[in-house]
């Protein structure tokens, strides 16, 4: 399949969530649920399939392609797909991303590899071997805090000039270097990673953001981009004073299992909803706070 321009993928990006049951299979209908509730309820104009949210590093390379094939297969072209295809395994990645291409995706994304301590030399060449075997637009996701690995302007701009790279998703709280990017690189694409600081990065002009919890609040993330946008900047941060109180509490109960419960209790209701070991099931004290949140902070 033809190469998708990568380019026109702006606005909201929910994390695909993915449900599992008790044997770790992926929950087919309940996933189908999930996509279709972010395109229709939530309104979002793409998905970022494969992210840590899809508990995607708990995975097999057989069932990460079983869910860039669902997701594919139930959004057609109604939205922006985006397959998170990085890790630790360069060929991994490779592969995943030859495949999502295939099947049409908008463009790839590969986290900075992570757990040994790469030099900024190593990831670059990371980045090269994806591009020169990849057709297809690629999205850097640099997440310092959980990978290790830090890069400046002078990093990002090495990288900016590989062939195909065209953005970042930039999940940091370091203001000052998301506005020298942004100011240094009017032309590549940067996406909000923290969901919680989505109005401190609209001010900057972010194209968009990609995350967790716009599977569930896509709808007021939206309009903060939008507030932003209008030079509202009162409404808009009341509306990220409010989806804060709704992420602090889905943080404080566990965030994967607290979202995929909002979203049965919103009606995605299709088979289990559970975690990939290792991580723990929900307990009946985060369910009972789970209910909580959906009357009160959704
Ligand atoms: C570490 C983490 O989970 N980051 C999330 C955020 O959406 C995050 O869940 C949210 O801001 C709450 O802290 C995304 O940036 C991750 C993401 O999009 C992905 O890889 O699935």
Do not use: W
Request: include cysteine; glycine fraction near 8%; charged fraction near 25%.
């Amino acid at each position: 399949m033809a190469k998708r321009n990568g380019k026109n993928i702006k606005g909201i990006i929910s994390a695909l969530l993915v449900p599992f049951d008790e044997e770790g299979r992926v929950n087919e209908a309940g996933l189908r649920q999930i996509i279709r509730h972010n395109i229709d309820e939530m309104k979002v104009d793409g998905l970022y399939v494969g992210g840590s949210t899809g508990e995607n590093f708990l995975i097999e390379t057989d069932v990460k392609k079983q869910i860039f094939d669902i997701a594919k297969d139930e959004s057609k072209d109604d939205i922006h797909l985006i397959a998170q295809v990085g890790g630790m395994n360069v060929y991994e990645a490779i592969e995943l991303g030859q495949y999502a291409t295939e099947l049409g995706y908008d463009a790839i994304s590969a986290v900075t590899p992570f757990y040994y301590k790469f030099s900024f030399a190593e990831v670059k060449e990371y980045y090269q071997d994806i591009v020169n075997a990849v057709d297809n637009d690629l999205i850097i996701y640099s997440i310092p805090v959980l990978t290790g690995i830090e890069m400046g302007l002078k990093e990002f701009e090495e990288l900016f000039a590989l062939d195909n790279i065209i953005g970042v998703k930039f999940t940091a709280a370091d203001f000052y270097l998301l506005e020298r990017l942004r100011h240094s690189f009017p032309d590549v694409l940067i996406y909000s990673g923290f969901d919680e600081m989505l109005f401190p990065a609209a001010i900057y002009e972010v194209d968009g953001a990609i995350g967790s919890t716009y599977n569930v609040n896509g709808i007021r993330a939206r309009g903060i981009l939008e507030a932003v946008k209008d030079n509202d900047l009162a409404k808009a941060r009341q509306l990220q004073k409010e989806s804060n109180d709704l992420i602090e509490a889905i943080l404080a109960n566990g965030l994967y299992p607290t979202l995929k419960r909002l979203l049965q209790l919103e009606g995605c209701d299709e088979g289990p909803f559970l975690s990939r070991k290792p991580m723990a099931s929900i307990t009946d004290e985060q369910l009972e706070e789970a209910k909580r949140i959906h009357e009160e902070l959704l």
